[in-house]
């Protein structure tokens, strides 16, 4: 199931809500700090995924800056996160089913790319995706533009 952010605050639910977001949280800067930030608000629990250096590689073409340990001890250290977990592939229906999850918290620059996770995620009523929007004029791509020009 699909719906805004407005909406989804609107609903109410007597359960504890589950969030996840994962990335890869690379050079961490603002922007992703306020997609944790927000997805924290969306839920009782918060669980952030860390994509590990292999799949960065895999599906980025090159290496993090900071290797994993790095970056999962900064999402570690954050207030808004309760728990965190390796990302080994990207968005799989079997990782969802086993993180067991309410809420799904991904970028809307992924909205129109298929993911077997976000398929499989839509096809239950139960759960949601959540679409957040970028934070203007800031990206991990940004940042190694301008060191890389520096």
């Not at 800067?29 to 629990?45: K, P």
């Amino acid at each position: 199931m699909e719906m805004s952010l407005k909406e989804y605050k609107e609903r109410e639910k007597s359960k504890k809500i589950i969030v996840y977001i994962s990335g890869t949280w690379d050079l961490f800067h603002i922007g992703h700090l306020n997609a944790i930030r927000t997805a924290r608000t969306l839920g009782d629990e918060l669980i952030v995924g860390v994509s590990t250096d292999e799949l960065i590689k895999k599906y980025k073409g090159h290496e993090p800056v900071y290797p994993y340990k790095d970056r999962l001890e900064i999402i570690e250290s954050l207030k808004y996160v309760d728990r965190v977990v390796a990302q080994r592939e990207l968005s799989t229906d079997e990782q969802f089913r086993e993180l067991d999850f309410d809420v799904l918290v991904v970028g809307n620059d992924w909205k129109n790319k298929y993911l077997s996770g976000i398929e499989w995620l839509k096809n239950h009523p139960s759960k949601t995706v959540i679409y957040l929007p970028r934070t203007p004029e800031i990206s991990t791509s940004i940042i190694r533009d301008r060191l890389g020009n520096g």
